[in-house]
Nanobody
Framework: QVQLVDSGGGLGQAGGSLRLSCAAS????????SGWSRQAPGKEREFVAY????????EHTDSVTGRFTIFRDSAKNTVYLQMNSLKPEDTAVYYC?????????????????WGQGTQVTVSS
């Protein structure tokens, strides 16, 4: 079992920055694939970024590439999503997720565990 607690959302301004955190327990993050997905009102949950368990390989969806960065702190067993150059279209509930597998995990249903979600609202 993996427990995830995500936090750090809030109100941001267009062009500004926010950092989301995901504290994991039950398994070390170096042995899981960690990811972030988001869901805007009336839309399906979409993949945002992931970091692989062994080599720390990262992948970001095209709409956030160059603006968002996923990274981890193994000592704190925490994964982060640094969000820069925010846009109003980034407004969504952001969910931390974990998968007990490796591979290219860009599809949210591939993840096994989820955090409770944290709201990000970007004003123009």
């Amino acid at each position: 079992q993996v427990q995830l607690v995500d936090s750090g959302g809030g109100l941001g301004q267009a062009g500004g920055s926010l950092r989301l955190s995901c504290a994991a327990s039950g398994r070390t993050i170096s042995r899981i694939t960690s990811g972030w997905s988001r869901q805007a009102p009336g839309k399906e949950r979409e993949f945002v970024a992931y970091i692989s368990w062994s080599l720390g390989r990262t992948e970001h969806t095209d709409s956030v590439t160059g603006r968002f960065t996923i990274f981890r702190d193994s000592a704190k067993n925490t994964v982060y999503l640094q969000m820069n150059s925010l846009k109003p279209e980034d407004t969504a509930v952001y969910y931390c997720a974990a998968a007990i597998r490796s591979g290219i995990l860009t599809n949210p249903p591939l993840y096994d565990y989820w955090g409770q979600g944290t709201q990000v609202t970007v004003s123009s």
